[in-house]
């Protein structure tokens, strides 16, 4: 049978997200923060309601129905997050907190136990403090060094500076697939296959928190050994992650914390642990929240993937090109490979009272560092102004958005 062709239909798209139809400051919401924290479909709303609601109990240690029936639909969330992102199976997929705990659980389990004093790490400039803070703490923990690749003024990452830091100490790189303030799309394919050619054996570590918004990913066509993100930018519940690791990566590594649900047997003479991923997994997990990942997950896969990048990019030039336009605006990020992120500063207008009007306008947009402070530092700012466009955007948000400048303009 032949496929049909399926369309986006943004109409019907926020009409899935009942926070749209919400008003702010008595104006009609226009939400821009989305790389901050992605409004909710129903969806995923009535997948959390619907676990506290009805057949609700701990998992995987009771032998009644309804621990069981929950196991199950927990445990099919595993498999399901493992195919959107094309891992091997379940058994890659570790549910952390956010993508923050993601990156720690690594520098701590693989990093403490096969970096040692001298070894380096590689990031870059645009990483966000999720992919620096852990580097640093295990910087003081055992003494490895950290390299940082530039940018240049597009905010294209320097490969030439990329290949030149690639040598024999060279023992993971971690890089964010695209940048939470330029909205840069590293070419994280390449760049895992360089370290790869390089030495086999450099891991490769993928902050994804912004890049599964904005595309199809596919953990086993990356290469990477591990990948991280966070549910709620993924229209997801706070509160969830997950770290994809490559197995045999996993079982080579300890755990990260230790308690129940991550053993198999514990006395006072010893400890045996469970295999990758429930080693990882110390604790009860959020479970509610997860079975509204996995409703998340399903939201996505529903969505014809290719209409929606072309929806995020047509508004995404339009508001470059606007925004553009505006004497006194300057736009930081313009790379050729660019997600819905725009960053921005107004000539002699601090960024806090560009936002505070267009609070009152009913415009949500964020401002300061975007928890980016190194590349602030770099680009000699001390923040900017930020509208994320999502999939549930529209023309009408960015136009409301230039309306609310140029008031701006007019008041300072
Ligand atoms: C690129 C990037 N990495 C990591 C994070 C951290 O995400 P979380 O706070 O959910 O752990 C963010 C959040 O803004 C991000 O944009």
Request: overall charge negative; aromatic content about 8%; charged content about 20%.
């Amino acid at each position: 049978m032949l496929k049909m062709a399926q369309t986006f239909d943004i109409t019907k798209c926020r009409d899935d997200f009942p926070a749209l139809r919400e008003k702010m400051n008595s104006k009609p919401l226009v939400f821009l923060d989305s790389a901050a924290s992605a409004q909710k479909p129903a969806c995923v709303i009535d997948a959390v309601r619907a676990a506290y609601e009805s057949g609700y109990a701990n998992i995987h240690r009771g032998l009644y129905r309804y621990s069981q029936d929950l196991t199950e639909k927990f445990e099919n969330v595993r498999v399901r997050v493992a195919k959107f992102i094309g891992a091997v199976s379940g058994k890659e997929i570790i549910f952390t907190r956010n993508a923050t705990e993601g990156i720690n659980l690594v520098a701590q389990s693989w990093g403490r136990s096969f970096l040692k004093a001298g070894d380096e790490v590689v990031l870059s400039v645009m990483e966000h403090h999720a992919n620096i803070v852990p580097w640093q703490i295990l910087k003081d923990q055992i003494g490895i060094e950290i390299r940082v690749i530039p940018i240049d003024a597009h905010g294209v990452l320097d490969m030439d500076a990329y290949r030149a830091a690639l040598n024999e100490k060279t023992r993971l790189v971690a890089i964010t697939h695209v940048s939470n303030v330029l909205g840069t799309i590293n070419p994280v394919k390449e760049m895992t296959a360089l370290a790869k050619a390089h030495n086999s054996d450099i891991k490769v570590l993928v902050d994804g928190a912004q890049g599964i918004v904005h595309g199809p990913v596919d953990v086993q066509g990356l290469g990477c050994d591990f990948y991280v993100f966070t549910g709620h930018k993924l229209y997801g519940p706070t509160g969830v992650g997950v770290l994809y690791g490559r197995y045999d990566v996993l079982e080579s590594m300890p755990p990260y914390q230790g308690g129940g649900d991550m053993i198999e047997t514990v006395s006072f003479s010893g400890t045996k642990y469970r295999e990758a991923p429930y080693k990882f997994e110390a604790g009860t997990p959020a479970i509610a929240e997860i079975l509204g990942l996995g409703a998340a997950v399903d939201y996505m896969a529903s969505l014809p993937v290719d209409k929606l990048m072309e929806h995020e990019q047509k508004l995404l030039s339009y508001a470059m090109e606007r925004l553009g336009n505006i004497d006194g605006v300057t736009i930081y990020g313009t790379a050729p490979d660019k997600a819905s992120v725009v960053s921005f500063s107004m000539d002699n207008i601090h960024s806090s009272d560009v936002a505070m009007v267009l609070d009152q306008m009913g415009i949500a947009v964020r401002t300061g560092h975007h928890c980016a402070m190194p590349l602030m530092e770099y680009l000699g700012i001390e923040g900017t102004v930020r509208a994320s466009i999502a999939l549930y955007s529209n023309e009408s948000d960015i136009d409301r958005l230039i309306d609310g400048i140029l008031k701006v303009k007019e008041l300072f």
